[in-house]
């Protein structure tokens, strides 16, 4: 016998957020987020496809749905799997709920009682770069994540672009101390041999990890780079699946593993993308880059799992991100409290999606590469 059924599957856009929202018969309510935020239409578009799989069964067989849209659809792309992680944070939430504990009670209870935040700094100059480090140090964070590609960077070559990169870096090591972890983000803006160049340059102020050296098309190619790096060196936060995870793994040299919880799967592939990693020794340290719905997501999973190292976080304390849920995720100095509210913790202002305007990415962001001095494409 069925305790109750799905009975709505709705979307929400928010600029280039886009949740799912799931009702069940009994009026319980799960919330997800899918994080492929460069075309969240086309999820709502696979969304509106799924639900009619979805309306009217069991609400507490994430896994088992999971698993059966999957392998229903032949065509396993990002958008699909952004659909499906979404899906499952929603049936998550709703199974919590429905038994009135914290998402973290149903993956074996809490390991920690805090969750260590390493705050992204977003910064367009050197000298903000320093100055939003140093706030977040005096604040109470212990690890913050650098971006030293900026300004005109693709207009620089070779050792002239390595030579002040590294600079920037080496000056915010300086200004910060050495009690604070920095890990610094490439964002995939090099090839494999000048990734080689450039950690061997900043490797005196001991990064805490180096964050997707090149593009992320070939496992290999990131592997082969990650071993040849001198350093921890961070990948995987564009992989979709348990399979390719798992090929991370099994590389030398790969360290630090970055799921996504609306990306890669949900709660149903993260568990078990974090026992992977967790077998060799690897941390996770999850990609989150959106909103606060992802965060309080992967809080749930730091709650209760072993390997989880630090969560990324951008400030939620500034809109939109303190408007579109109805409170934003608790943080004292520079470490995440975990909920003990029932499910994941987290609502949306409902209110809000009533005047949320979207622009699509070409027009909000320009063309979205940056151009080299031989008029080529740099940005990757």
């Known amino acids: 016998m069925i305790a109750d059924r799905?009975?709505?599957?709705?979307?929400?856009n928010a600029g280039h957020w886009i949740f799912v929202d799931i009702m069940t018969e009994k009026g319980v309510r799960g919330i997800g987020e899918a994080t492929y935020f460069?075309?969240?239409?086309?999820?709502?578009?696979?969304?509106?496809?799924?639900?009619?799989?979805?309306?009217?069964?069991?609400?507490f067989r994430p896994e088992w749905h999971f698993n059966r849209l999957l392998k229903h659809h032949c065509i396993r792309d990002a958008v699909l799997m952004a659909a499906l992680s979404a899906i499952d944070q929603a049936l998550w939430d709703i199974k919590a709920?429905?038994?009135?504990?914290?998402?973290?009670?149903?993956?074996?209870?809490?390991?920690?009682?805090?969750?260590?935040?390493?705050?992204?700094?977003?910064a367009v100059s050197e000298a903000e770069i320093i100055e939003k480090s140093l706030a977040a140090r005096d604040e109470g964070f212990t690890a913050i994540k650098i971006k030293p590609f900026i300004g005109n960077w693709t207009r620089?070559?070779?050792v002239d672009l390595i030579t002040s990169v590294a600079a920037i870096v080496r000056n915010v090591r300086e200004a910060v101390g050495w009690k604070m972890d920095m890990a610094i983000e490439i964002h995939r803006n090099l090839t494999p041999d000048i990734a080689e160049i450039f950690a061997l340059e900043i490797a005196a102020v001991r990064p805490y990890f180096i964050e997707d050296p090149v593009l992320p098309f070939s496992i290999m190619a990131n592997a082969q780079t990650a071993q040849r790096i001198s350093g921890t060196v961070a990948l995987a936060e564009r992989n979709t699946n348990i399979w390719e995870f798992r090929e991370y793994?099994?590389?030398?040299?790969?360290?630090?593993?970055?799921?996504?919880?609306?990306?890669a799967g949900g709660f149903t592939?993260?568990?078990k993308i974090s026992a992977i990693a967790e077998s060799r020794h690897q941390r996770i340290v999850p990609h989150n880059f959106t909103s606060p719905v992802v965060t309080a997501c992967h809080i749930q999973l730091a709650a209760c799992t072993n390997n989880w190292d630090v969560q990324g976080y951008v400030r939620e304390d500034r809109a939109p991100w303190n408007q579109v849920v109805k409170s934003i995720n608790k943080l004292?100095?520079?470490?995440l409290a975990i909920p003990d509210a029932p499910g994941i913790g987290m609502e949306l202002n409902d209110d809000y999606f009533q005047n949320a305007a979207y622009t699509p990415w070409g027009q909000a962001f320009g063309h979205g590469a940056g151009i080299g001095a031989d008029g080529g494409i740099r940005h990757q």
């Open 97 to 122: 709920k429905a038994l009135d504990v914290p998402l973290w009670q149903l993956f074996g209870g809490r390991v920690r009682d805090k969750v260590r935040a390493i705050l992204l700094i977003e």
């Open 156 to 158: 620089r070559t070779g």
């Open 269 to 271: 592939q993260l568990k």
């Open 6 to 12: 799905i009975e709505s599957i709705r979307c929400h």
């Open 38 to 59: 460069p075309h969240p239409l086309a999820v709502r578009a696979v969304v509106d496809d799924l639900k009619f799989e979805l309306v009217g069964d069991d609400p």
């Open 249 to 263: 793994s099994d590389c030398p040299g790969v360290s630090i593993l970055r799921p996504d919880v609306g990306l």
């Open 332 to 335: 004292d100095k520079g470490f």
